[in-house]
């Protein structure tokens, strides 16, 4: 069956605070474990007004002592930006809190710009490509086999499941090769999904950790009771990718009706490519395209994602989506 997750950026709102997007993210956690989401993961990001999540570790805390029985976790942790051995140490520190509820989720993404990159590491001589390297580092931290010759206090022995994730086939392969669950950030890079699931699967090869492939991806839904209420509340995320591709991102701004409209042709085809792993309306609506998505890929488990300014109608939205999987049988 089919697994339902969310993952949540943490939005500051425009004309709301850090605090505020905090004490939201803890509140919609509690309700995302209520109605049965298998997940709740947050993302790390730097030097972005509009999103709370930078110090994800810490934000993973907040979120895990708010719940109960939800998992926690990062989608993703980025490695470039971190040694191993401060991520083994801050995991392990977090599966010690919160015991088998913590997952980490890995990118080799910056997050971030140059600017911004350069200010987290202090150099740039870290290598993106060093990423296979560094995950088997912090495997290494984690299973405490001594090849390090270091002992992760806290995170030797931590039971921390790891993940590979990503937006081209890059991390398909190599969480193929390391026996890794695998997670695609198609809903907003959708262009080498199915590519990538395919190597994912073909190449998988079994682990301590992982029998058999194990593969989510992304996808926004934005529900409301009808299409045109959907429609409204989806274009907040809209005016966002907008301003982030244009290079002035900003903080999640109030709907705008009539959005799509008023953007011409040139700015409703990027949103359109970008946002294509999309389902946005009505219960009906919505239903028909988490079907469409999961016939097509096969998912193990769909990583639900959206921003919606008011915070009840985000809460809605889930409440509903919740709803149609578990009709659909798709079930955490």
Not at 51 to 57: E, K, P, V
Request: hydrophobic fraction near 45%.
């Amino acid at each position: 069956m089919t697994r339902y997750s969310l993952l949540d950026l943490v939005p500051v709102v425009e004309g709301g605070t850090v605090s505020q997007a905090l004490a939201n993210a803890a509140d919609l956690a509690r309700h995302a474990e209520s109605v049965g989401f298998q997940r709740y993961w947050v993302a790390e990001h730097h030097g972005m007004t509009g999103i709370a999540s930078a110090a994800t570790a810490v934000v993973i805390a907040h979120i895990a002592a708010a719940t109960s029985t939800i998992r926690v976790g990062s989608g993703g942790i980025m490695l470039p930006n971190h040694a191993p051995l401060t991520i083994a140490e801050q995991f392990g520190t977090l599966d010690a809190l919160f015991p088998g509820r913590i997952d980490l989720g890995l990118g080799r993404a910056p997050g971030s710009d140059q600017r911004v990159a350069r200010a987290m590491r202090r150099t740039l001589e870290t290598d993106a490509n060093a990423f296979p390297q560094d995950v088997m580092e912090l495997q290494s931290y984690f299973a405490n086999d001594g090849q390090t010759g270091i002992v992760a206090t806290p995170g030797a022995g931590a039971d921390v499941d790891m993940w590979i994730l990503g937006s081209s086939t890059f991390g398909a392969q190599l969480a193929a090769a390391l026996g890794l669950p695998y997670a695609f950030a198609s809903h907003f890079a959708p262009d080498a999904l199915d590519a990538a699931l395919a190597i994912y699967r073909r190449d998988f090869r079994p682990s301590a950790r992982l029998a058999k492939p194990h593969a989510m991806a992304g996808f926004n839904v934005f529900a409301a009771d009808t299409d045109a209420e959907a429609e409204l509340l989806a274009s907040s995320q809209q005016q966002s990718f907008v301003a982030l591709r244009t290079g002035n991102p900003r903080q999640l701004p109030p709907p705008v009706a009539g959005y799509r409209e008023s953007l011409g042709a040139q700015g409703n085809q990027i949103l359109g490519h970008v946002l294509q792993c999309s389902a946005v309306g009505s219960p009906a609506t919505v239903a028909r395209g988490i079907a469409a998505f999961v016939e097509r890929t096969g998912v193990d488990e769909v990583m639900v994602t959206s921003a919606i300014y008011d915070h009840d109608a985000r809460k809605r939205s889930l409440s509903i989506t919740a709803g149609v999987m578990q009709d659909m049988k798709i079930a955490a």
